[in-house]
């Protein structure tokens, strides 16, 4: 039987690809300790508030679809969106689960203690007070530079084809 060096790349690549899923497995186990400190991180953030209304919104935007295409199935629809709503309450937990698992997996228990500690600081308080704010404003500013500049440059662009004889519309 003769091994051609593509199976040998086969196996190699399979082999490394077991491993790497290991490992990345391994990686993605964190703690029973430091999964319930990224929650209580979470939680104090208010980030599980966040997805509040996934199971309601994604059962009503879907509800709203199917009503554009079977307008005569309204009764039955909206029937089955209450049954639906009651049948996968509690669904969005799994959001909060993933959260707390990619938080611990990203920061070691003891960084997510020192922000628990950190958050429940007088500074702590201000930075979950304000910080939604001056995001707010940043990104308002931003698109409102973006527009600015995006204005200047359609102006540059027309005089410059002005000057070539060529004016844009």
Do not use: C
């Not at 001056?134 to 931003?142: D, F, H, V």
């Not at 698109?143 to 027309?158: L, M, P, T």
């Amino acid at each position: 039987m003769r091994i051609t060096a593509r199976a040998i790349l086969a196996a190699v690549v399979v082999s490394a690809m077991s491993l790497l899923s290991g490992v990345a497995l391994a990686q993605q186990q964190p703690s029973a300790n430091a999964l319930a400190t990224a929650r209580q991180l979470l939680e104090l953030k208010g980030a599980f508030s966040v997805y509040a209304g996934a199971v309601p919104g994604t059962i009503e935007n879907i509800k709203g679809q199917l009503l554009q295409a079977n307008i005569s199935y309204q009764k039955d629809l909206n029937e089955v969106a209450a049954k639906l709503r009651q049948d996968m309450q509690g669904r969005d937990a799994e959001i909060g689960n993933e959260m707390a698992r990619q938080y611990a997996t990203d920061f070691t228990e003891q960084e997510l203690k020192d922000l628990l500690t950190f958050y429940k600081t007088p500074l702590g308080k201000k930075v979950l007070e304000q910080e939604p704010k001056t995001i707010a404003n940043s990104l308002q500013y931003m698109r409102d530079w973006g527009q600015r500049f995006a204005d200047e440059v359609d102006g540059k662009f027309h005089v410059e084809m002005k000057n070539r004889g060529k004016p844009l519309n």
